[in-house]
């Protein structure tokens, strides 16, 4: 059968080569916190099972530093053949291919890549946040990224909350958006809205900090029925308005106020 290397040969093919190398797997390290990734456990395990069944691994992008080879995409791959080894299989080299740009180029390929998981707002957050550290404009990221200047500033905004808010997110009690929004409305009193707002979900029965939740809408026909009460017992002289309830309103009122504020605290 006919390879890739006898094409290349025929010069009116047009193609061209863009070599991988099999290095030497204790020749290669992981910097730590270098991934914009966290490391997820079960990924690296079907790393490690690919590895051991012998199927076919994409090569990892590396940079060749003065400690050795620089894993800069692959994070999960590398410590698949890692997790390998320690159950007793042989792994003695990767496929690797040079990874050729800027630091910001790296950030951004590790972002859009399409061999790792998709990354969490958290951590697209802080890979925004590493390439706005190195003087990028937020429309200058987005064209980088492939995603929208308003896609940048929420997760930017997302990455300046609080780590107590962050947890939240990272946990699943919270989504990215109400975070932002918490953030954003209550500022430094963030944390303690969050932990109130988190009690009123356990309160609830729930495990996470839904819409509902942090922004209650009250019904809308029984505020109507609020207002048609209320305009019913009001009297505007155009200089003072003055709201007398007769007794027999009186119930009726009192009962949705005390609704509005249970589904609104």
Known sequence: MPSLG??????DAGLTTRKTYNVPLDKIYA??????????????????????????????????TERGVKVIDGHHRYHGALAAIEMGHDIVRLECKDFVGSEADKIAFMVTSSQGLALTP????????????????????????????????????????????????????????IAIGISREHGVYADREASRLMKKA????KKKITKSIANPQFNAGKARKFLELI?????????????EVPPAMQAEIISILREFRHETV
């Not at 079907?46 to 940079?63: C, Q």
């Not at 356990?202 to 029965?205: D, F, L, Q, S, T």
């Not at 305009?231 to 709201?243: F, N, R, V, Y």
Request: charged share 25%; glycine share 6%.
């Open 122 to 177: 958290l951590e697209r957050g802080a890979a925004y946040h590493r390439l706005q550290n190195q003087g990028w404009s937020h429309s200058e990221i987005a064209a980088k990224v492939k995603r929208s200047e308003s896609d940048i500033l929420q997760h930017l905004q997302l990455h300046e909350c609080t780590p107590y808010i962050k947890k939240l997110v990272r946990d699943g009690s919270m989504n990215y958006a």
């Open 231 to 243: 305009s019913s017992c009001a009297e505007d002289s155009g200089e003072a308005l003055t709201i």
């Open 202 to 205: 356990e309160a609830a029965g």
């Open 31 to 64: 910097e730590e916190g270098y991934n914009v990734r966290e490391l997820n456990r079960a990924h690296v395990e079907e790393f490690r099972d690919a590895f051991i069944a012998g199927e076919y691994i994409p090569p990892l992008a590396v940079e060749v």
């Open 6 to 11: 006898q094409l290349y040969n025929d010069k």
